[in-house]
């Protein structure tokens, strides 16, 4: 068995810069990659793509070169770099397992090898492996399993193995000039998007593309004949079928790295599939001796990984090198009252609030990087009540205080924090906070705060909590102190729904109050043996109330629209409520009688009924800003979509024909600014925000065109696109009719990066929606979902 | 929510429209020029400057609709605007020229003037009645998507055509299938679909391009042919289903041409409309300068 002082396992830029620093200095290591190229994820980007070095503040340290450039500028550059340190790379080396500990591991190969190493660098990513067909003769040539370019293959028998998105994708790419079977497991396609799940359908029933269903591969034999390539055996349920192809692809998706990087003794903090891997400040994972960077510890940024294989190995080395991001805390800290050390500033935080506890210094360091600290004068307004921003502030120094009506000024002092409601949320802030004194506070954006929620469990706890008390109070009690409300808080529940689940059916008996915190739901009563939906509620209303006021029956059905998550308040915990606060039995009753009207309203519009169940089918339920369009009234001159470019651009972010329609409402393609974005879920340099008045918007500075958010969005409403060349102005076009007009685009030469582009519902311009203002009939409307009882009434009503 | 273009904002322009029109014929009454009334009296130029200024803003409503960044109102309601009070326009033109008519330049003015909001009249109308029977046509399809179907039909006809022959009439009739085509025949909803029948179906010996009007000749050779197999087959049964296709195929064709046929109603008007409003123009200002260094 060979050994090395270092093995790193991976090589996407944060494995290769480890094994070429570790050549650089001489080291005794080797760099092991699954598959026959380096940086299989890069590898993967499309041909040309432009890739970005962002942080671009972040500087380099790195024996390879990177900068902003195209794919294969960086990969010939990489390569390079990993040829001229004499890097030792092993390809098609897959590791399935690793055993002993530091100073005298034993790695094994997939192909039985064994390597010996007293330190290992995990850099595997979190794309996992392809999932391989299984059966004899899958290590054939042409079986692949992946599909870069479908106009690559002509006139070629290909057989498609699987039943997902990806599967259906290559299939229609191909089938177009190549013979193309899809073999699928099962006896229908279930997991396919709706649009793909159409066309498969449609190519099957019209021959265009053959199906084998419940299908199992068999084996792959090479054809003797040499009439096709090889014979690929299926199993099916009427016995053994041969088939005849060229080439076959195999799409069943990838396995998760996480399995196998638990199955080496590494722990992570619980099954959120967002969870990361507890690192040292040096990126040591709990098993020592084995150290992990790049997106598995939470880095998904090319120059960090590459930075943290350089650190790593110096580490490993013993040389406590200051990390790479020491500059950007310098100015990170500026203007701080503190004269100390980085490193202590850092500390002093992290001591600051019972919230940071559980976090360790390395995501600790992240984790302040990405938020911001500062010294605030007194009276500055921390958060706005009315607005949409999400951060969330924890008070270091000095003080912060709310003004509540009627009570006085409520503080947060050193450790306190506010923001988790619109955080938890995704809703408008509930109350404006000033600074006080000598006020040093941490403001983190939303994504840094779901990641820190994800891999440290304390932290939700302490979150909600806080969250189900404040909302409690904010609601019901305004009036009574938080310490007389605690027994309460104990006894609430959070109780979470998924989209289309029924809360509570009509009929049955029921004395739970539930109050909304994430999501909306709608209310649903039987008429004439139809369901029509009566209301649409939104975060921070309640239901239920009624059957702690009456009877205990339930007189409707409460649906979550959304994946929704409610406080849940049991009987005796609701009257504990009304007894404390005099007023509240009062504007309960008065809350009973109002959604009551709302109800009676709605039951005698069936259609209008339909029309909401239309509408929150489209998913609209979650928006905060939807485009609709009156049919009625569009004539289809298209200037919105004119006007959207034009303001724009030149890339129109909104398609007004295509959509569903319903009672002569239309929902163009458009965004609808969720509450809980999307699109934010999977961005690498977090490019996309939440402005102050909702509008979701992607930074093009910070874009890097990766495409996550096109693929996350479920309403398909961002593209990436590239940036126009200046057009000619309206004038010039007018007069000698040269370049294109209002709404078209031209392209500067050679102009390559893409980047994702999304409506931003105008946020910058304070007349509003340029669609909206630039449709000469009025049949553009902008609305909240709390309207569509408004639409309703207006559509249907006497 | 749900505002037409004349109740936009409670209708104001249209009481803006009103006021003015009855300010400008109170004072037209009470006015007594010297000699008939017309446009050289104190009252003709004002109520001349106050149409010339008119005009051309109502022109600018082409450049409003196209300045995207413009926070200057909504278009929405700079149409509003325009079309009472282009409305009014009418009624001012008409009192400034004290209803002298004659053949010269001044009324040519006049009647640019007229055509322009007689057409814009026929463009509201069209504004506010087409767009539903679009939406009821479309019935939840789009052009895009209603195109399609009529694809996949067509693959399916050549597809089950049995014989070479069935196959080189299916092939001929949709190779032959117009949709749209010049401004005349979106307008009137007429396609000019050709066939050739194949000699098999149609023994006047030559094979000639005839007419296909609304798929009517290719269903009619069809239900002949499979008047003539009534022994069943392979045949029969193929010549079934190509007729049922082609139904449907004539269903969606309407309903494409219907939709072509009101997008092109809904925007044939401003193609006079527009042009016009620059003849009116052009007019306007020969009128001015005719009057003020000629007269």
Known sequence: METFDIAVIGSGPGGMSAGAHAAELGLSHILLEGSPKHSNTIQKYQKGKHVMDTPTKLPLRSPLDFSAGTREYILDKWEEGMTSTNTNIQYGSEVSAIEGSKGDFTITLVNGKKIGAKFIILGIGVQGNPRKLGCPGDEFEHVQYQLDDPDEYKGERIAIVGAGDAAIENAIGLAGSNQVCIINRRDEFARAKQGNLDLITSSISEGVIECFYEANPARIEENPSDESRYIFFLSTPTGEVPVPVD?????????????????????????????LPELSSQYESNVPGMYVIGALGGYPLIKQAMNQGYEVVEYIQGNNIEPADHPLFVEAFDGLPYDKTIDEILEYLQASSPIYNGINPLNFREFILDSKVSQRAPGDELCVKGEFTDSFFVVVDGNAYVKLPGVGEFHFNRGGFFGEQSLISGRRRTATVYAGEGCVVVETPRRSMVKLINSVESVKRVLDEAFILR??????????????LAEVVANTELKTFDANQNIYTEGEHGDEVHLIRIGSVTSVKQSNKKEVITSYMPVGHYFGEAGVMGDGMRTDTVRANV??????LNKASFVTLLEKEPGLQKEIQSHVRDRLTVEAR???????????????????????????????????????????????????????????????????????????????KDCPPDAIHRASDGEVFIDQEACIGCGNCVRNCPYDVISLQKNPAPKPTLLHWLLTGKGPGPGGKQYAEGETIKKAVKCDACK?????????????????????PKDFVDLVGSRFGS | MYQSILNFKRARYLWLALAVSVMSIATYQWHQPIGMPNGGTWLGYTLGTIGALLIVWLLLLGMRKRSYNSNMGTVQGWTSAHVYLGTALLLIGTLH????FGMNVHTLAYVLMVAVILSGFFGIFVYLKYPNLLTVNRSGDTLDSLLD???????RSRRIAATPDLSRLVDSAIDGCEIGGGWWQQLTAKGSSTISIPNAFDSDGQEKSQSNKDQALVIDVLANRLSQLSGGGDEAGAVQGLIANFAAKQTLLRRIKRDVQIRAILKIWLYIHVPISFALLAALITHVIVVFFYW
């Open chain 1, 602 to 680: 709605m039951e005698a519009q069936p259609k209008g009924g339909e029309l909401m169940s239309f509408l929150m089918s489209e998913g609209l339920g979650e928006g905060t800003d939807v485009l609709l369009i009156d049919e009625t009234l569009c004539v289809g001159c298209d200037n919105c979509e004119k006007a959207c470019a034009e303001t724009h651009d030149g890339n129109s972010r909104l398609n007004r024909e295509a959509g569903a329609s319903f009672a002569d409402v239309h929902v163009p393609i458009s965004c609808r600014h969720c509450e809980h974005p999307h699109c934010m």
């Open chain 2, 149 to 155: 179907k009529v694809l996949k039909i067509d693959d």
């Open chain 2, 97 to 100: 020229g004290g209803f002298q």
């Open chain 1, 764 to 784: 910058d311009n304070a007349g509003g929606a340029a669609c909206v203002r630039a449709c000469p009939t009025g049949a553009a409307m902008r609305l909240n």
């Open chain 1, 563 to 568: 994946r929704t998550e409610t406080i849940c």
């Open chain 1, 471 to 484: 909302a409690l109070q904010t609601k019901f009690a305004p009036n009574t102190p938080h310490d007389q």
């Open chain 1, 247 to 275: 080439r076959v692809i195999a799409r069943l998706g990838a396995i998760p790295p996480r399995r196998l990087v638990e199955s080496f003794g590494i722990e992570f903090p619980n099954d959120s599939p967002a969870a």
